[in-house]
């Protein structure tokens, strides 16, 4: 399993699903058409957004792969536009990393 990590992740979902096996990778910077390519997003089976400003991607990410799952782990809301592409939307503070890797995975 391959996972694409945008934004800061604080709350280290992108490691917890990396000791599950799954293979991460991250975008550094604002997430694009260029830098989600260049982490990997055509081959990804997930797409984690750890932050609202990267909500854009979402849609960009599903044009490159429409099979990509689409988490949202952010203390933010999902934005209304980004809500009907992404296949979950979990809060930090309600559920630890650990908890949704071992879903996810």
Do not use: C, F, H, W
Not at 79 to 85: F, L, M, S
């Amino acid at each position: 399993m391959r996972a694409v990590i945008t934004g800061p992740d604080e709350d280290g979902l992108g490691a917890a699903l990396a000791e599950r096996g799954v293979e991460t990778r991250r975008v550094e910077g604002l997430a694009t058409g260029e830098s989600l390519g260049a982490a990997g997003i055509a081959d990804a089976d997930l797409l984690v957004v750890t932050s609202m400003r990267d909500a854009t991607a979402i849609a960009v990410a599903k044009d490159a792969n429409p099979d990509v799952r689409v988490v949202a782990y952010a203390r933010e809301s999902l934005p209304e536009y980004a809500r009907a592409q992404a296949d979950l939307a979990v809060d930090p503070a309600l559920l630890d990393a650990s908890v949704v890797a071992d879903e996810l995975v």
